[in-house]
């Protein structure tokens, strides 16, 4: 683990010296945990070419000595960071031009830099450590296999206990326990649990609409496992399903097997897209598939890359994306299946094992 | 409720032109939500003297003409909401100089502001709404409070269920489900769940700890109702308490019964919180309550007011806080007993209905 860290911060100061800047101040906790190991939730922390300093505030004392140990100097604080940050500042030799993460850092926070830290030159960058986190390691990528398996266990469990009668809250309920139970350290995003007409809504979360017999039932859910995540989702019918249902189905699990079978790494983001979308058009669905087919993950539920319509931005080798189509028709309902899919050098490797087949349940 | 909405606006507007700004853009989501009842997670509002205008995107465009109706005049943009505010500014007329909410822009959407948004001249603004979602009326109270039932009860059956030999992760599945099962809409925070040594980590969340008779056992959870939020902590022993347990939960007890008694609306933040500290002082614990004694909560679970060591703002007439001393001892574990109070003009008036005798569970 330090061996790795060290990597990361080596392979960050090849990106200072790229931006031309000295050193860099870090506010987003996934890039801080990325390269410090520490999975608390108030840090700043300040990479030089020569040494890596931490802040945090007296809560975290204990944690972040075992967590990031010796990797860097630490500083605990009691008022505020950037105080701690200032203070720190006065002490360091050879560092002028310092870069801040543009994408990571609020405005307010932005004037401390113009007012309180008139001794650095500020540059803001983008996406230097999101870049170093796309490709996973062999390491993360078994984080992440594991969280797929939190997740695809605790599914199994709560698909046997639907019933009609149920609200969508209580659905949500036992899905949220089984992955407790099966290991789940917190849920990378509330899960979507939509059902009927509800299911046909992209962004439905969980309401206490009642699930009747015939309808489709939409899960979308994550687990997350020593900080990595998973994302996956699932639509089932309860009780028998129609002609109608089991056709949209069928194209949405084609369209994902296309997908998750072909994506490589080096394809543009669009490219991948258009695997899935190009069937979904040919069966006449084009229009009822209005999102994208996928996007990164790993320490964050949401990062880099993106499969979608406008992106152009190759896919890295290495990185774990979501695939996941779906049809959505307003009043009716929709479908979705979804996967996490690492684009191995050899090829794609699913890693979330879950049946495609449509179930019926209750 | 729109008349409710609309006199926020007003109020907003009063805002502005104390500012000297001839409108605002909104980019907090709570803020948001206050002002229009809108309750997705893509949104940009300009609020004028004369207009409000609505920017989201197609996943929300037929629930925000159900939350939003006609107090805004609505966009739906296919790209980006920047885009969209761009685009309307072409329209405005009388709009020269726009505040934006420096707390919630992150520098690189602020870069737009001045490499896109060159029609206006641009001006940080901090807590325009944040101010006025402060003092609660009576119907977000009753929010509040059912939000406060739904944990209360959400605890009740988890109590039930606790026994030696479960994870906290288990205990936190308990308790989400319950949550669940009594309404709650999502989760205002991840659950802490901390048992015996733990339960002295101020941050600690659950973990695959097994609970062990005799351990003191710290649940810090919430639930949310229509966007409010609850927040409460109870502490209980797993088994027969110790004399030493009791005695520490019994200063806990005290000090929050006295601060939850004797706090007031226009009491300074720093006086809130010298009410429980004092207590815990002069019992010999003073050091071991390492964290202030409350926030507000509302649609968000930590906003206005502060009741802090540091504070000399005086808390709001209406604003509904937390009160939640603590003592914590590091290798033996720790006690907080949490409620959610609000600052009526006629005194504190509790909101979380539950026990604060020391529970000895399973």
Known sequence: MADRRSARVAALR??????????????????????????????????????????????????????????ATIRIEQQSLWTGL??????????????????????R?????LTDGTRWQW??????????RESKDADEVAL????????????????????????????????????RDEGSEEFPFPAIVASGPRAALPHARASSRVIERGDLLLLDFGA?????????????????????????????????????????????????DGLARRYIEERGYGDAFGHSLGHGLGLEVHEAPRLAKTVETPLGTGAVVTIEPGIYRPGWGGVRIEDDVHLAASGPEILTDFTRELLEVA
Chains 1, 2 share one sequence.
């Open 123 to 132: 540059r803001p960058q983008l996406n230097l450590v999101e870049a170093l």
């Open 14 to 71: 090849d990106g200072l010296t790229a931006a031309h800047i000295d050193a860099l101040v870090l506010t987003s906790l996934p890039n801080v945990r990325y390269l410090t190991g520490f999975s608390g939730t108030s840090a700043l922390l300040l990479v030089t070419q020569r040494d890596v300093h931490f802040i945090t505030d007296f809560r975290y004392d204990t944690q972040v000595r075992d967590e990031v140990g010796d990797l």
């Open 86 to 107: 200032w203070n720190l500042g006065a002490s360091l030799e050879g560092v002028e031009i310092v870069g801040f993460e543009s994408a990571h850092l609020l405005h």
């Open 224 to 272: 997350q496992y020593k900080g990595y995540c998973s994302d996956v989702t699932r639509t089932v019918v309860v009780g028998r399903a129609s002609s109608e249902q089991r056709e949209i189905y069928d194209i949405v699990k084609h369209a994902n097997a296309v997908a998750a079978s072909s994506v490589r790494a080096g394809m543009k983001g669009q490219d991948a």
């Open 109 to 113: 926070d932005f004037q401390r830099l």
């Open 144 to 179: 992440i296999r594991r969280a797929g398996e939190i997740a695809t266990r605790g599914l199994a469990k709560t698909l046997k206990e639907i019933r009609p009668g149920m609200s969508e809250l209580n659905v949500a309920g036992i899905l949220e326990h089984a992955l």
